[in-house]
């Protein structure tokens, strides 16, 4: 079964940046969409950013403007560039794989943490 291997977060200060990236373990098959989710203490999880297989993006309202969902078709690597971080960022991030078979697969989630 292919893995999603997450990387990128860490603490940053408010107004700091982050990239986090989700690098698959191998191809992925009948690729639909990917997307970045995340879900804070006590919060419900909610999409951040989707990126379908044509090219086609959507955001929350949230983190309109603030952060960049793009990928790499020559892996099927997919990044979020998050800028102007608030301490609302402050969750888990997961990456996710939209599949066309509906057999989604999901990443472990990496910790992305805005302090004050």
């Known amino acids: 079964q292919v893995q999603l291997v997450e990387s990128g977060g860490g603490l940053v200060q408010a107004g700091g940046s982050l990239r986090l990236s989700c690098v698959p373990s191998g191809s992925i098959f009948a690729l639909n969409a990917m997307g970045w989710y995340r879900q804070a203490p006590g919060k419900q999880h909610e999409l951040v950013a989707l990126?379908?297989?044509?090219?086609?993006?959507n955001y929350a309202d949230s983190v309109k403007g603030r952060f960049t969902i793009s990928r790499d078709n020559t892996k099927d690597t997919v990044y979020l560039h998050m800028n102007s971080l608030k301490p609302e960022d402050t969750a888990v991030y997961y990456c996710?794989?939209?599949?066309?078979?509906?057999?989604?697969?999901w990443g472990q989630g990496t910790q992305v943490t805005v302090s004050s």
């Open positions: 996710k794989a939209e599949r066309r078979s509906g057999s989604d697969l």
């Open positions: 990126i379908t297989s044509g090219g086609s993006t």
